[in-house]
């Protein structure tokens, strides 16, 4: 059960769009729909942002999209606002009927 | 509204047992599946233990497989895990968490966590 692979750090000026990105194998990101993407504040709970790759819950901002390709799912963060700085967390459904998560991304709104 | 309340954290000496509950309210809670999530001091999230909506599965990490007991009450709204054979690796906040879908697709609510401290 690695851990995703997600990069440590990504920054965007306001109003531009960022990408992260989120890779695994064939037994997780690649062989199910199952991503999920979490945004977490500073001292706060996560908040899903998107399931199943591309799916956004009621009331998040359709700023945020998914999507993937082959083991790599990727998050778009589009318009960049100030309060979109958290760190950002994928996960994925596994063929051991598990979850795994990404290491996390720190998001910085320069 | 869907609350989730956990409670049960503190601290403990390796070896020893620790029982977490989350209380649910706010929608039927055997129609649901249910997860705990820890996130370590300044660490990442990561996934423990899944149970579904009737109870009659259960899912573990490795990291806990042999030590930690998923389980709910569905007469009292309450899930439970019961952890046992502690590590200092096991210090964590611990989440309960509601997936949206299923059992482990997009976990939608969260509770406001629990601190277990595994020290000597």
């Known amino acids: 059960q690695s851990a995703l692979t997600q990069p440590a750090s990504v920054s965007g000026s306001p109003g531009q769009s960022i990408t992260i990105s989120c890779t695994g194998t064939s037994s997780d990101v690649g062989g199910y729909n199952y991503v999920s993407w979490y945004q977490q504040h500073p001292g706060k709970t996560p908040k899903l942002m998107i399931y199943?790759?591309?799916n956004r819950p009621s009331g998040v901002s359709n700023r945020f999209s998914g999507s993937k390709s082959g083991n790599t799912a990727s998050l778009t963060i589009s318009g960049l606002q100030a309060e979109d700085e958290a760190d950002y967390y994928c996960s994925s459904y596994t063929s051991s009927s598990t979850l795994v998560f990404g290491g996390g991304t720190r998001l910085t709104v320069l | 509204e869907v609350q989730l309340a956990e409670s049960g954290g503190g601290l403990v000496q390796p070896g020893g047992s620790l029982r977490l509950s989350c209380a649910a309210s706010g929608f039927s809670f055997s129609s649901y599946a249910m997860n705990w999530v820890r996130q370590a001091p300044g660490k990442g999230l990561e996934w423990v233990s899944g149970?579904?909506?009737?109870?009659?599965?259960?899912y573990y990490a490795d990291s806990v497989k042999g030590r930690f007991t998923i389980s709910r009450d569905s007469s009292k709204n309450t899930l439970y895990l019961q952890m046992n054979s502690l590590r200092a690796e096991d210090t964590a906040v611990y989440y309960c968490?509601?997936?949206?879908?299923?059992?482990?697709?997009?976990?939608?609510?969260w509770g406001q966590g629990t601190l277990v401290t595994v020290s000597s």
């Open positions: 199943d790759v591309s």
């Open positions: 968490a509601k997936p949206l879908l299923g059992i482990l697709r997009g976990l939608d609510y």
């Open positions: 149970i579904s909506g009737s109870g009659g599965s259960t």
